[in-house]
């Protein structure tokens, strides 16, 4: 009925600190770009912001195929109260259930599995780093 609001929900706040997270790494790497277009410190990893767009291709997706799905299904409407489920205080419970059971589970499994992803890449950008410091050496 509605288990997408929650992902949803945590869709807007990662946008939110996906957005002060780049703008705080352009401002640190600004002062280095006005140094002839080169960065002092070529230190190489994944940015925050990085792996905070990763997470929002993820829930974002998620998101918009089940309001899709819910909508072909009638349950999502294009009129108030846009969710059939709100029509009735029985229905409504029943909707605020699943949300606390399907829709959190579906987001902590999604935030989860970005979590994994994450770590695959660290783990990558360290493996990449040790094989250039011994090239160097």
């Known amino acids: 009925m509605a ?6 929900a945590e869709a807007i706040v990662v946008t939110a600190a996906y957005l002060v997270a780049k703008k705080a790494e352009q401002k640190i ?3 280095n770009l006005a140094n002839e277009n080169k960065f002092e410190n070529n230190e190489v990893g994944i940015t925050w912001s990085k792996r905070l767009s990763w997470l929002l291709g993820l829930l974002w997706g998620g998101v918009i195929l089940l ?10 409407v294009p009129f108030p109260p846009f969710l059939t489920a709100m029509a009735s205080p029985e229905d409504t419970a029943e909707m605020l259930s699943e949300m606390s059971t399907v829709g959190v589970s579906m987001a902590v499994t999604v935030t989860a599995v970005w979590g994994v992803i994450c770590a695959v890449a660290e783990a990558k950008v360290k493996k990449i780093k040790k094989s250039l410091a011994k090239k160097e050496a």
């Not at 309001?67 to 999502?76: Q, Y």
């Open 3 to 8: 288990c997408f609001v929650v992902p949803g």
């Open 29 to 31: 790497a600004s002062p």
């Open 67 to 76: 309001a899709f799905e819910h909508f072909w299904h009638g349950e999502v």
